[in-house]
């Protein structure tokens, strides 16, 4: 598939970034404003991941103009240029993982989370050789994998449920396309890859296991929308509205499916037919799920099993205060 590997980065958190030039690289071009067209104004970090998707929604069917608000959406191919931007304070919210949130909070960026987007079910998985059954028999195997992605995140999470661990594979760093690759050429015995990759696969017609998907531990790759401790301050009134915004996009897609997946592809960059099964693999959360869960099963259970996840596999080094990470005031201004 044309440009998979942009269309499908996965948020990987470099380590150093946010230490690096704070300079904003890959934003466009800005204009200079009024402060009270900057306080309706926000500008939103994103990535072509379709997990993402509602927010192209919300432009192409006005809702972020019914609101009131102008957000500019600036996609990102990386995260070192995101998490400079983030640390600049050139960007006032972003799209990011929930592991990636914690480590933007352990590396000291003042960012806090405020929305939850997405979660991956069938759309993260681990893929073997047709002789491998269980996540047991991947002890002593060679597995490719993306380090400090979300796919070692789902791979760590799977290999402690069996009393295992990372130390007990042997890992072959790579990126999802090429893991996939080296399994379905046999190099290895296991990758942990992603959509559209799993579907590449099925459709070359090789031979191999599903072993294990994220729909096991639902929201352990989640989603969620941060915002800076900058924007909180200058501009809440932008935020609530971009936040009021997301819910309207969540159940346009629930009830016009095939237009709002053609309106998500056109935003990442891809085709829709192409993204099926991706789209089957992933759930949104909308005003309501995120009024229920975000103070209450994402904070108390689905973050720290991220977190313990995050840890296990040293992506993290520490716990952190969830309570001050998480702030449900927004969601919870939504309009049922």
Do not use: H
């Given at each position: 598939m044309a440009n998979a590997t942009n269309t499908f980065s996965r948020r990987i958190f470099l380590t150093g970034a946010v230490a690096a030039s704070l300079a904003l690289t890959g934003c466009g071009?800005?204009?200079?404003?009024?402060?009270?067209?900057?306080?309706?104004?926000?500008?939103?970090?994103?990535?072509?991941?379709?997990?993402?998707?509602?927010?192209?929604?919300?432009?192409?069917?006005?809702y972020f103009e019914t609101e009131g608000v102008d957000v500019a959406l600036t996609m990102f191919d990386n995260d070192a240029d995101m998490s400079a931007a983030i640390a600049s304070g050139r960007v006032d919210v972003a799209n990011v993982a929930s592991h990636t949130a914690l480590q933007y909070?352990?590396?000291?960026?003042?960012?806090?989370?405020?929305?939850?987007?997405?979660?991956?079910?069938?759309?993260?998985?681990?893929?073997?050789?047709?002789?491998?059954?269980s996540v047991a028999d991947l002890e002593g195997q060679q597995i490719a994998f993306e380090e400090g992605s979300v796919s070692n995140l789902l791979l760590n999470h799977a290999l402690t449920q069996e009393g295992l661990d990372i130390s007990d594979i042997t890992p072959v760093p790579m990126g999802p396309s090429e893991a996939a690759t080296a399994l379905l050429s046999k190099k290895v015995k296991a990758a942990v890859t992603y959509e559209p990759y799993i579907s590449e696969a099925k459709a070359s017609g090789s031979d191999f296991n599903i072993l294990y998907t994220a729909a096991e531990k639902e929201g352990l790759i989640s989603d969620v929308l941060i915002v800076t401790d900058k924007a909180l301050e200058e501009k809440p009134d932008?935020?609530?509205?971009?936040?009021?915004?997301?819910?309207?996009?969540?159940?346009?897609?629930?009830?016009?499916?095939?237009?709002?997946?053609?309106?998500?592809?056109?935003?990442?960059?891809?085709?829709?037919?192409?993204?099926?099964?991706?789209?089957?693999?992933?759930r949104f959360f909308g005003g309501e799920e995120n009024q229920e869960m975000l103070s209450g099963s994402y904070k108390t259970e689905i973050l720290p099993s991220v977190e313990e996840a995050a840890i296990d596999a040293s992506i993290i080094s520490e716990?952190?205060?969830l309570d001050s990470v998480i702030d449900d005031t927004f969601v919870s201004n939504i309009s049922k």
């Open positions: 071009g800005s204009t200079e404003a009024s402060d009270s067209e900057a306080a309706d104004s926000l500008t939103m970090a994103t990535q072509p991941w379709l997990g993402y998707g509602p927010w192209f929604i919300a432009e192409e069917q006005g909070v352990e590396q000291g960026l003042p960012v806090t989370v405020v929305l939850l987007l997405d979660a991956s079910r069938e759309a993260d998985a681990i893929i073997t050789s047709s002789d491998i059954k932008a935020v609530q509205k971009a936040i009021s915004a997301w819910a309207p996009s969540v159940e346009f897609y629930n009830t016009n499916t095939s237009e709002a997946q053609e309106i998500i592809a056109a935003g990442i960059g891809s085709e829709a037919s192409d993204l099926v099964t991706a789209f089957e693999g992933v716990t952190a205060d």
